[in-house]
Each structure stands twice: as structure tokens, then as C-alpha cells.
């Protein structure tokens, strides 16, 4: 059973940067397909990026392709997620999963062993 743990939320100014980690428990994270998601207050969560297992392969939502970055270190089991340009719409909680195969990246039932989430707020 896998344990995801994500972490490097916090506040920051409109045009800033931050940079999310996801940490993964397990042997086998090299083989999972990982994705990042966002939900902000009174929406639903939405897709922000994912990953295939080598990291050869990125998928973004359009509103955040040019601003953010998947990649993946698997010797460390982590998932990184690097956003710049930051603005007051990108304000949100911010989760990592793991995708079973077979499904489009964005979908999100496709989604398990969600980690606990971290804040993420941006001031205008």
C-alpha cells in the first residue's frame, strides 16, 4: 500500500513561485503514473499535471501549461510539481495520487492513495 505525503504549500505574492513535493512510501514507485490535482474552496478538484513512470511524458491542464512543471526523482520516490507565475487563481489545496493505467490523465476516478494535501495561497 502506497502512502503519499506532499509538502512546500504555503503563501506567497501574485508572480511568485513555489515548489510542491510529493513523497511516496513503497518499493514500486518508480511504477506508478503520478498526478497532481487542486481544489479550491467551494469548487471541485480539477487535474493540474501528471507524469508517466519514467518521467518521459508530461500532461497539463491549459491553465497552467508555460507556468508549471511535473517531474519525478524515483530514486527518491518524489513527485515534484514546480509552479511560477503564480496568481490569486491558482489558490487551492494541492494533492498527488496515483493513476491506474488505462485511463486518461485527467480523469479523475482513475485517482488513488491520495496524500493529505497542501495549502496553497496566493495574494494578488
Known amino acids: 500500500q502506497v502512502q503519499l505525503v506532499e509538502s512546500g504549500g504555503g503563501l506567497v505574492q501574485a508572480g511568485g513561485s513555489l515548489r510542491l513535493s510529493c513523497a511516496a512510501s513503497?518499493?514500486?514507485?518508480?511504477?506508478?503514473?503520478m498526478g497532481w490535482f487542486r481544489q479550491a474552496p467551494g469548487k471541485e478538484r480539477e487535474f493540474v499535471a501528471a507524469i508517466n513512470t519514467s518521467g518521459g511524458s508530461t500532461y497539463y491542464t491549459n491553465s497552467v501549461k508555460g507556468r508549471f512543471t511535473i517531474s519525478r526523482d524515483n530514486a527518491k520516490n518524489t513527485v515534484y510539481l514546480q509552479m511560477n507565475s503564480l496568481g490569486p487563481e491558482d489558490t487551492a489545496v494541492y494533492y498527488c495520487?496515483?493513476?491506474?493505467?488505462?485511463?486518461?490523465?485527467?480523469?479523475?476516478?482513475?485517482?488513488?492513495?491520495w496524500g493529505q494535501g497542501t495549502q496553497v495561497t496566493v495574494s494578488s
Open positions: 495520487a496515483v493513476q491506474r493505467s488505462g485511463y486518461s490523465w485527467n480523469y479523475y476516478p482513475a485517482y488513488d492513495h
Open positions: 513503497g518499493r514500486t514507485f518508480s511504477g506508478y503514473r
